[in-house]
């Protein structure tokens, strides 16, 4: 499966032991190591499905930074003011590099995605100038796309209902897309659907007793 030749695709990534504070892991599972390997997972995905060098990552976390290293993709030091400030560092490397390329954002909390997942997104988001694909929820955003100059990111809660304000709203078939993890619930779906092996490996780890 091919996909369009200019996207470009950041994902933000936060330090490891500040991410998923809701989520709460099986007992013997540390949170900040199921964070850094849900991110790991989602960047392989996304350097298998676009090739490495189409992938910016934003963290100043320091295992992510080496994955990124071994995955051969580039890294950005996220500013620390926020989601919204980490894409925008994102988009202005993008920019700055390819100044007419399509350009994505992925959140890093996809530990279940393909990489056929995204190019199927990415092939349905270069058919409008800005488009929002929302979370299993509905209410976040797991992609964020624009064909054009303008990609306006406003995450947060409810994230979604704002980005569709200016964006076309993608309901697509892909719940592999679409489960990020902020809860255990959620975790327990991504594991349902088939989490990438370094989730696999980190919950391994959990104390079934």
Known sequence: MSTHP???LV??????????????PPHGVRRADLAHAMAHDTLAAACAGLGPHRVVVVTSDASTSET?????????????TGLDAAVAAGLERCRREEPGGHVAVLLGDLPALRPADLLTALQECARHTRTVVPDHT???????????????PAFGSGSAARHAAGATRLELDLPRLR???????????????????????????????
């Open 6 to 8: 200019c996207w470009r």
């Open 11 to 24: 994902v933000p990534v936060k330090r490891a032991r500040e991410a998923k504070s809701r989520l709460r």
């Open 68 to 80: 990124v290293r071994r995955l051969g993709a580039h890294r950005v030091p996220d500013p620390g």
């Open 138 to 152: 509905g209410t976040g955003t797991v992609l964020l796309a624009t064909t054009g100059p303008d990609l306006r």
């Open 179 to 209: 489960q990020d993890v902020d809860d255990r619930d959620d975790l327990l779906r991504a594991v349902g659907l088939g989490v990438g092996p370094a989730t696999r490996a980190v919950l391994a780890d959990a104390d079934h007793a």
